[in-house]
């Protein structure tokens, strides 16, 4: 697999444009989760279908490292659910994973993507309710934007380093699926 150069945004218009390759998730080492609510909290597990299997699209160096970091897509060959990035080492055993994103129905909860100082931040937004809300049907709810930066450390674990919570707004499906505004992009107001 080529090489992605960093820094990366895993934008909703190219996070999924390129190759894929195919992944095995021996032991479920690399969590599988397929959301069905925008709280994150209903899932089933990929493994459980094998044509929901996980897909490798890009490959990134860890500066300094010899591990690299992978980013795997479980949900399918053409209905990308759920992203985690993987540490792999030169054996090939994963070392550590990070839930990056999540795209249900073209509707996006999670977003990443890597600065040049080689920080992931993952956008999540998160409804304020704690009734479920399902991904598939709901038309708007009240949440608010939070982002969360990792780094990863010499042992080639994800360690959270910041977050940052915005005020709670108003969010449309059809704000959520549009392919111009990428989470990040919002014109939240920090806490």
């Known amino acids: 697999m080529p090489t992605q150069s960093l820094p990366f945004n895993a934008t909703k218009e190219t996070q999924f444009k390129g190759h894929a390759y195919g992944v095995e998730n021996q032991n479920n080492v690399i969590p599988d989760r397929l959301y069905d609510n925008m709280q994150l909290t209903q899932y ?95 038309s708007s709810f009240s949440g608010y934007r939070q982002d969360i930066s990792y780094v990863i450390n010499e042992q080639g674990q994800f360690v959270q380093n910041t977050a940052t919570t915005y005020q709670s707004k108003t969010y449309t499906r059809s704000y959520l699926m549009n392919e111009s505004i990428n989470l990040w992009e919002g014109e939240e107001t920090p806490l």
């Open 44 to 138: 089933v597990s990929a493994s459980t279908d094998p044509e929901l299997g996980a897909s490798s699209f890009r490959k990134f160096m860890i500066p300094g490292s010899s591990n690299v970091l992978l980013a795997v897509s479980f949900g399918g060959a053409t209905d990308w659910r759920t992203d985690v990035l993987c540490v792999v080492n030169t054996f090939g055993i994963v070392v550590s994973t990070l839930e990056a994103a999540v795209c249900v129905t073209d509707v996006y909860v999670k977003q990443f993507r890597i600065d040049a100082q080689n920080q992931i931040i993952v956008t999540t937004i998160k409804p304020v309710s704690t009734v479920s809300i399902p991904l598939a049907t709901f």
